[in-house]
């Protein structure tokens, strides 16, 4: 089970973090994926990490220099870090699990959804 935490208003310029705690004893296995959907738009993949330390990022080139992902093993946590918000970040965030993935950016490959969590960015 994932859920996700961090989403709220901030305004144009600004910064939120995004957290997404995983229930299970295996979380390093699980390669980590964030995800979004804007109002009457398809779900867009955002950022990415792969299973084990981390080592392997994967960004859309969008959020490239302005988003960081990060994870947390002992805390079954992964982190999107949002720096420089703009408007069109505004958007359902969602995380997403991949056994042993190494952080792709398709959708099909994660097997585990979390809830989604709102972040609207004000101009």
């Known amino acids: 089970q994932l859920q996700a935490s961090g989403g709220g208003l901030v305004q144009a310029g600004g910064s939120l973090r995004l957290s997404c705690a995983a229930s299970g004893r295996a979380f390093s296995t699980y390669a980590m994926g964030w995800f979004r959907q804007a109002p009457g738009k398809e779900r867009e993949f955002v950022a990415a990490i792969a299973w084990g330390g981390g080592g392997l990022l994967n960004y859309a080139d969008s959020v490239k220099a302005r988003f960081t992902i990060s994870r947390d093993n002992a805390k079954n946590t992964v982190y999107l870090q949002m720096n420089s918000l703009k408007p069109e970040d505004t958007a359902v965030y969602y995380c997403?699990?991949?056994?042993?993935?190494?952080?792709?950016?398709?959708?099909?490959?994660?097997?585990?959804w979390g809830q989604g969590t709102e972040v609207t960015v004000s101009s």
């Open positions: 997403a699990a991949a056994h042993l993935g190494m952080g792709s950016k398709g959708e099909y490959g994660y097997e585990y």
